[in-house]
Nanobody, 115 residues
């Protein structure tokens, strides 16, 4: 069973930065697909970034050029570096891992962008 634990959320002013972490229970990120999603109150869960095991990365236009997904294979951690944050980035951020028939989510970490 894969376990994912997010951390790094918090309160930040508009224009600021945060780095989220997603720690896995084993050496999994060299296989499958890892992604970050977010969900604001009253909204559907929204895709934020994807990294495939080969290293291929993709983002939606809403965060492209501001957010960066990366990984540390030794530490079994996926990161989401978020720069130039906006109030509309406020949400609970989730890490997701998919491999074969498995689909795993973390518990989420709250990010609030406000002055």
């Amino acid at each position: 069973q894969v376990q994912l634990v997010e951390s790094g959320g918090g309160l930040v002013q508009p224009g600021g930065s945060l780095r989220l972490s997603c720690a896995a229970s084993g050496s999994i990120f060299t296989r499958g697909v890892t992604a970050w999603y977010r969900q604001a109150p009253g909204n559907q869960r929204e895709w934020v970034a994807t990294m495939i095991s080969t290293g291929t990365i993709s983002y939606p236009d809403s965060v492209k050029d501001r957010f960066t997904i990366s990984r540390d294979n030794t530490a079994n951690i996926i990161y989401l570096q978020m720069n130039r944050l906006k109030p509309e980035d406020t949400a609970v951020y989730y890490c997701r891992y998919q491999f074969l028939s498995g689909d795993y989510w973390g518990q989420g970490t709250q990010v609030t962008v406000s002055s």
